[in-house]
């Protein structure tokens, strides 16, 4: 795999500042047919991105086509929809303090971005975070992960015969790479990946007070009432945590049941499990591989050790160290201190955690660090609305999972550990934007009631002002 050298790294980064000015000044039309060509050539390279998937981690075509290709589709498309109006000064409202002042945020592009991205949706994170930079008017060197070569190979293309390089670059690297990078000045960094690099990004980001967004992950839990259609629950779990063969940021990474559901529950997830992937998932053409041979390791090891401790398997358990296969796997009784309650576990293995009583499974999630999201599955919505008060996410979703992210109103987020910033829609293009404060004084300046020599006028002036703010 040839990562890309430090010298060329400088030459597309010196060549990026030069060129960022003319790229700020970048018209709505400008933007809209460079992201028209993007989305152009992605369709035409359907096939070919499928393939690339299946080489880097078995991921089937459909699903491919579901999660990489049409979430590109859907941002692209909205972002192309709307951004004339998003690039439009916005008016804010008129204060009694100040009638004769028009006031209004004005968006300009914060200028060179850095976009670093995982392996997990190869395709998908980088193009989406890059359709907000380039909405935004801005240059970006994109850096991908290092272990999705065949993805990377072709989003290298698709990018490189799209964009000059002192516009748009892609980079490949890993950590020498990337640390070199980081070094450098930029206006924005834009990272997603762990919360242990994430802590990396924004130290690197502090020395030059570069604007960060870091999409993180965490253990997102998943929280079910008692009075649930628990066949439709399990379904949905299924869908969310499987596809992918987990690695999934927003994936359910533990289940909260009721102590009640215990039967019910195991005995539905051992046979939906077989509905989804047949006997033996092994031979699903649906089910995605683990990416390398070290994840594979860290995901066989933790549950090597939970097993040891006591945890006992309900479905799934087999893996093969050859294709970096790990069954579906549903686990419970897994002792607090092993990785797969204490970790994000990114991967095919989910433990369920029975509750008595809804505080508990509340405060099981809140021991933790604040999830990236958190679903719930209940008919009653003051049980829904009490999870939310009592908890904090990236997100939620009530009755379903993962959907929240398609929603393309909503902002992609974590909070604190598991991220900070908004991205994707109108919120990836603030995000990439500087919101500039802009007061437009008519007439007499608001300064004037203040000039010097300060008299009783002015104290007069003051005290009325005060009396109406
Ligand atoms: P990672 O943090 O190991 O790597 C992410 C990027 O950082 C890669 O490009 C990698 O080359 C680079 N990197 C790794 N170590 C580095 C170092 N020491 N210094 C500088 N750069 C370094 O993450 P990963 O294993 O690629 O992805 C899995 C993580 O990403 C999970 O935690 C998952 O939840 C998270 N994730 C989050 C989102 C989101 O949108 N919130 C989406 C996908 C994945």
Request: some cysteine.
């Amino acid at each position: 795999m040839a990562f890309t050298t430090v010298s060329e790294i400088d030459k597309i980064y010196s060549a990026q500042l030069k060129n960022k000015a003319e790229i700020k000044h970048s018209t709505a039309e400008k933007r809209i047919s460079w992201l028209k060509k993007l989305l152009s050539s992605i369709i035409a390279e359907e096939k070919a991105i499928e393939k690339a998937l299946y080489l880097d981690f078995h991921k089937s075509g459909i699903e491919t086509a579901i999660t990489e290709i049409l979430a590109v589709q859907v941002e692209l498309k909205h972002i192309i929809k709307n951004l004339r109006g998003w690039m439009k000064d916005k008016s804010v409202r008129r204060s009694l303090m100040m009638p004769n002042v028009n006031a209004y945020l004005h968006y300009e592009p914060k200028g060179n971005a850095l976009i670093i991205t995982p392996w997990n949706y190869p395709f998908q994170l980088p193009i989406v975070h890059l359709a907000s930079c380039i909405a935004a008017g801005n240059t970006a060197i994109v850096k991908l992960s290092e272990f999705s070569p065949n993805t990377n190979k072709l989003v290298k293309n698709i990018i490189s015969n799209l964009f000059s390089e002192d516009h748009i670059a892609v980079v490949e690297g890993a950590v020498e790479e990337t640390t070199h990078l980081l070094d450098l000045r930029f206006d924005h960094i834009h990272f997603t990946g762990s919360p242990k690099v994430g802590k990396i990004v924004m130290e690197a980001a502090s020395k030059n007070l570069t604007d960060i967004t870091l999409e993180l992950g965490g253990k997102s839990p998943a929280i079910i009432d008692k009075n649930v259609n628990l066949k439709k629950v399990v379904k949905n779990l299924i869908w969310a945590k499987f596809v992918n063969a987990g690695q999934t940021c927003i994936a359910p990474d533990y289940i909260l049941a009721h102590r009640h559901q215990k039967h019910q529950i195991e005995e539905l997830f051992r046979k939906e499990l077989v509905e989804a992937f047949g006997n033996d998932a092994f031979n699903s053409p649906d089910y995605a591989r683990i990416i390398n041979e070290k994840q594979f390791q860290r995901l066989q090891d933790n549950l090597n050790d939970a097993k040891n401790l006591g945890a006992v398997i309900i479905s799934g358990g087999n893996s093969d160290s050859k294709t970096n296969y790990i069954e579906p796997t549903v686990i419970t009784n897994v002792a607090s201190t092993n990785p797969l309650m204490t970790d994000e576990i990114f991967g095919p293995i989910l433990p369920i955690v029975y509750y008595s009583q809804i505080q508990e499974a509340i405060d099981f999630v809140n021991q933790k660090e604040k999830p990236l999201a958190l679903y719930v599955f209940s008919k009653d919505d003051n049980f829904n609305k009490h999870i939310i008060r009592y908890t904090s996410a990236g997100s939620t979703c009530i009755n379903d999972a993962m959907i929240q992210i398609m929603h393309p109103n909503l902002p992609f987020s974590g909070v604190n550990n598991s991220g900070i910033g908004q991205s994707t829609g109108r919120y990836g293009f603030i995000s990439f934007s500087h919101e500039r404060a802009v007061a437009n004084v008519k007439i007499t300046p608001i300064s004037s009631m203040f000039w010097f020599p300060y008299t009783e006028k002015t104290n007069k002036m003051l005290q009325w002002i005060r009396k109406i703010v």
